[in-house]
């Protein structure tokens, strides 16, 4: 992504009126955040749900969108060229959860981008068959592991995900189930992807950052901003950076916590939680009015 001082000219000037927080400390962020505010309309604002839309609770069904959150896209919706929620989650869910269905042209890329929601509809690729075979030998390799109580599954249709967030010891939980459940990914050709207290098991082949520049090309976007807050956003910053490359600027957000500080390191731009999120997103809906 490069440092605060990398890049070429800074932009600084084209962000007079920018509040403190929303300045990116990289040059490349401040090149692309000022793009997006000259061009709007050829912009792709892509974001993840979980930890950057919604608070992260100990049950993912528990979700719903930060207070402020949906006001905010619909406001946004209309002052940019594609405004899309790219998640781990199934695109429905995400849907529901957020209460995003009347977020007017809204795209939605769940799994990783192996489903598409938009207009009420949901199109899906099929799934490999080795998140079956994962599905079906997870519950008795939990057991030969010595899997904590409170440790439980979620079955995503796509993916299958290991949470440890309500055992007593969560960090330790995530150590101890890593290397069986990473054996049992690689044995069944699947990424075992960890992030905040969770260890996802999903096809290769796809991430955010391969369903970014996808959406990316198909929406002739010249400039993006991507907002994310766990490991599984990192190939997005990265494509970000694949991007500025290629003459598209771009600003990578991360939406702050002590869990996952790799991602703030990345990031061109780090707000406080979902909190810091919406206030970016509602002060940018102000600003392109």
Known sequence: MGGPHSGGPDDSSSLDGVPAAFVPRTVEGRTGFAALLAGPEHALIGLDFDGTLSPIVADPRDARAQPGAVAALRALAPRVGTLAIITGRPAATAVEYGGLADVPGLIVLGHYGFERW???QVAARPTPPGVAAAREQLPGI?????????????????????????????????????PPLERLAEAEDLLAQPGRM??????RGMDKGAALKALISERASRVVLFGGDDLGDLPAFRALGELRGQGIPGVAVCSGSPEVTELASAA???VDGPDGMVDLLGWLAGRLS
């Open 118 to 120: 938009s207009g009420g």
């Open 142 to 178: 939990l057991v030969t592991a010595g899997a904590p109580p409170g440790t439980w599954t979620e079955d995503k249709g796509h993916a299958v995900a290991v949470h440890t967030r309500r055992t007593a010891d969560p960090d330790a939980a995530l150590r101890l189930l890593r």
């Open 198 to 203: 969770v260890i996802e098991l999903r096809p």
């Open 268 to 270: 061109d731009l780090v």
